[in-house]
DNA sequence: ATAGGGTTAG
């Protein structure tokens, strides 16, 4: 109820006219703040033809003896008034139009109020005064309110400090500079800045939106005494340019002078928290919430349950509204759209249940926000019935909130019901809902249909429904039809292209690896004065990375930093999986400190970047403690971890993981159970394989997908359960794809089963008849069994298919550089000193037990030849280069880009004993770590 | 309230 009251009091202004006392409360829900209803109210106020004929005949009847004033003063009703108004339009005298002014504000009718007071009569300071609050809460008519102010001082008229206090908080919606500044001149010259708190106040709130804070912060120095109005006034001027810090620092300053801090201004701080992502200052603020006594001020708890519900803390949400001793709708709605937000349909419903059974009843916004949020489209259906059933339609907000909801891969059929739901029941069909459709329609793959849509917009196509269009071009690779669109729009459309429809044009020549393209967009961008800006810079970023173009990518972010341009978390996301995917993991650490500088850490998607850096870069242990640490692990952060364990072959630190997220109430979704099928593909464990394929589907409700089923044939055909592995690809619910016979002929040739291996190498060479690797085990498989004219058979084919053998490379990093050795091609400067060491290191190793395994050498020559070969494995050469150049007890990290062989495997554990150095080994997906003359993997891979 | 950039998957 205080709240309410408060309301009230904010909304609802004084409007004084002949008698300064008396007071006129106005009902600003009679009021429809829609301009288009303002300029209708003139137009009828104006014209005699708006008076209901009821009214003109009880006019006719009426006493025509009696005084407009006094009669306007009897009128009970907005009808009376209006008969009265009738009469008045003949009389013009200044004191009845003011009067009838008064009375229309009276009944909420502002428009009708405007309309008499832009007629031109003789106004005095007064009547300016209560118009003036009267525009200030409604924000009507500003334009002609400063119009009409220009003209009266041109014409000598004098106002006063309060008068000139309102027009200045006009200039500063309007951005009227020019007259801000005279006002400001005129100020100085009457000394009235000095005096006067209220124009010092609007004032400032003039300099902070129109000119800058720093102006606002100067004339609030200047200010000999200060009042609270003073202080909270440059509060709001520090929070809405974005001055935290010296928010922050007024603030407490505030507290030091037991200046009293307004409701208004703990929301505002509350709002910048909640939009700025500032969590831990939010917290401080809900203290000071509660030592200043607001706890019972229900905007500023209701602010509070917003800025929890903003940074992911539903439970401090929880706790707040639960405090709560009174609540107004708007409290119920913020809390379910907190619950809706993080895709807890569930409590929101339960929540609906219980605002309804305390006596609330839910309006459109309850309704929007029950609809809006993740992953609602399963209870959309029932939230919409209720709502109809409680007498509400959906409004174009709810449509667009259900498309919303849609819009991804998969759910087109959902959507295609949304949209003939809405044709059905007549809905609301504005441009909003039509973009929406248009956006649903491109991000449910369904670029005919948008198109389609598109087309029937005519005329009302806005540059939102072109981009719509234009990205989904971008994003499906259909770039060269993007920039068509574009000049299309530009052409036919009239609409310029903003940065938007440009950045999606650098995407889509980014992801479809035209880098060089990409940035020829930004310098058109340029030309076209419209600035290139962190969103096009992170585009291109990611493009290059979708696309595998890992080294361009870097190149790009160089660029933007020398562009000056900052990179935000989206930036660093998309950079560290880049470095992720480079193995960089000295570069990810620079990057690990820039978040922490900055910030940035408390972003779930660079927060699980950082897991994913670490665990691809071969830091297990790094990415552990990063991961523990994250207060709030998003359910990726958890893939990525499992992911981790799986690459290392740690099978049971990776099932304790999966156990440690199913305790902590977080439910596994497909790519989950990919990490957990890899753990126990990686780790041999079979029997729990089976378990977790079973469980997923039967528990967890997740149509097993090709990915999984590749995990389990490879599983089981590694660990030797071959005809399982066959009968698996017979009975799994899709056609197996290259992938499932890709993983069948690996075990196959692990297990020397020429059979089933030649089974599987028909079927590859149809499907991917361009894939070396398959080639390279069939190659493989026969020469371990010496059957070298089935070798000659297969390299013949390939000679004759024209498959190219991929590259084969490592690399490692030596302070800032990085050394790749290649099988073929250019020699490393530093070689002879490399295999100078490495034969010292193979005489060594010798001595110590070790027996060369030759069975990886496909070629056929003598032993001693094979040996030689082994030796050149360019695994071999980056560990040796790292022994000889990396300094210190640092492991050391190789890269290699395809599989490692069981004799560099060997050679590695090695040397963790003869040189009592850590190594880790990264080949594609797997990483090993060798100590002590031990491997992760546990010689299982 | 509608459009552009972000993490996880062989």
Known sequence: MENLSATLRHCHTSFSLRKPNRRYLINPLKYNHSSTCFSLDIKHALSSESIPTSVSLALSSSSSELYPLTELKNCDDLASVKAVHARVMKMFDRFDLESLISRYLEFGELGYACAIFFMGFPRNQVSWMGFLEEVESFGLERHRVLEEFVQLQSKGVNFDEVVLAMVLRICSVLMNELLGFTIHGGLIKRGAVRSDTRVVSALMGFYGRCVSSDIANKVFDEMPERDDLAWNEIMMVNLRSGEWEKAVELFREMQFCAAKVYDRTMVKLLQVCSSKGRLEEGRQIHGYVLRLGFEANVSVCNSLIVMYSRNGEVESSRKVFDSMKDRDLSSWNSIISSYTALGYVDDAMALLEEMERCGFKPDIVTWNSLLSGQGLYRSAIAILKRMQVSGLKPNSTSITSLLQAVAEPGLLSLGKAIHGYVIRNQLCYDVYVETTLIDMYVKTGCLPYAKLFFDTMDEKKNVVAWNSLISGLSYAGLVQDAEGLMSKMEKEGGIKPDAVTWNSLVYGYASCGKTEKALDVIEKMKRNKVEPNVVSWTAILSGCSKNGNFRNALKVFINMQEEGVFPNSATVSTLLKVLGCLSLLHSGKEVHCFCLKNNLISDAYVATALVDMYTRSGDLRSASVLFWGIENKPLASWNCMIMGHAMFGQGQEGIAVFNKMLEAGVEPDAITFTSVLSLCKNSGLVREGWEYFDLMRSRYGVTPSIEHCSCMVDMLGRSGYLDEAWDFIQTMPMKPDATIWGAFLS????????????????????????????????????????????????????????????????????????????????????????????????????????VPDTSCIHQNESEAEKEKLLLGHTEKLAMTYGLIRKKGSDPIRVVKNTSICSDCHTVAKYITVLRNREIVLQEGSRIHRFRDGQCSCNDSW
């Open 747 to 850: 075990s196959c040739k692990i297990h020397r089963d020429v059979e089933l291996a030649e089974v599987a190498w028909k079927r590859l060479q149809v499907m991917e008849p361009h894939n070396s690797a398959n080639y390279m085990m069939m190659i493989s498989l026969y020469s371990s069994l010496n059957r070298w004219e089935d070798v000659e058979h297969i390299r013949d084919s390939m000679r004759s298919q024209r498959v190219r053998v991929q590259d084969l490379w490592s690399w490692i990093q030596i302070d800032q550089r990085v050394h790749v050795f290649y099988a073929e091609g250019e020699a490393h400067p530093d070689e002879g000193e490399i295999y100078f060491e490495l034969y010292r290191l193979v005489s060594e190793m010798k001595r110590s037990g070790y």
